[in-house]
Nanobody
Framework: QVQLVESGGGLVQAGGSLRLSCAAS????????MGWYRQAPEKQRELVAI??????NYADSVKGRFTISRDNAKNTVYLQMNGLKPEDTAVYYC??????????????WGQGTQVTVSS
C-alpha cells in the first residue's frame, strides 16, 4: 500500500502565500509523476500543477503564482502558492502516479487539505 500525507493548508488573506507538502511512502518502485489537483464546492476536480522527470506543467489560472517542486530523496512534492486569490479556495489533493514491482501506472490520492483565501 501507498500513503500520501499532505500538510500546509489553511486560511490566508488575498495576496498571501501558503506552501503545501505531500510525502509519499509505501510500496513504490518508481514515481512517474506527482501533482496537485483542487476541487472547489460544486465544481469538478481540476489539475493545478504536475511534475515529472521531463518538467512541470501548470493550469493557466495559476501560472506565475504557483510553483511545484519535488524532493526525490524524500518522495515529497511541494506546492508554493503566492499571490493567492479568493478563487483559489478549494480542497487541494496530492496525486501520485507510480509503479510498484509488479504493476505499472498506479494512481494514488491524498486525503485533501483545505485552502481558504479571504478577500
Amino acid at each position: 500500500q501507498v500513503q500520501l500525507v499532505e500538510s500546509g493548508g489553511g486560511l490566508v488573506q488575498a495576496g498571501g502565500s501558503l506552501r503545501l507538502s505531500c510525502a509519499a511512502s509505501g510500496n513504490i518502485f518508481s514515481i512517474n509523476a506527482m501533482g496537485w489537483y483542487r476541487q472547489a464546492p460544486e465544481k469538478q476536480r481540476e489539475l493545478v500543477a504536475i511534475i515529472t522527470s521531463g518538467g512541470t506543467n501548470y493550469a493557466d489560472s495559476v501560472k506565475g503564482r504557483f510553483t511545484i517542486s519535488r524532493d526525490n530523496a524524500k518522495n515529497t512534492v511541494y506546492l508554493q502558492m503566492n499571490g493567492l486569490k479568493p478563487e483559489d479556495t478549494a480542497v487541494y489533493y496530492c496525486n501520485l502516479h507510480y509503479d510498484n514491482k509488479w504493476v505499472s501506472g498506479i494512481q494514488a490520492w491524498g486525503q485533501g487539505t483545505q485552502v481558504t483565501v479571504s478577500s
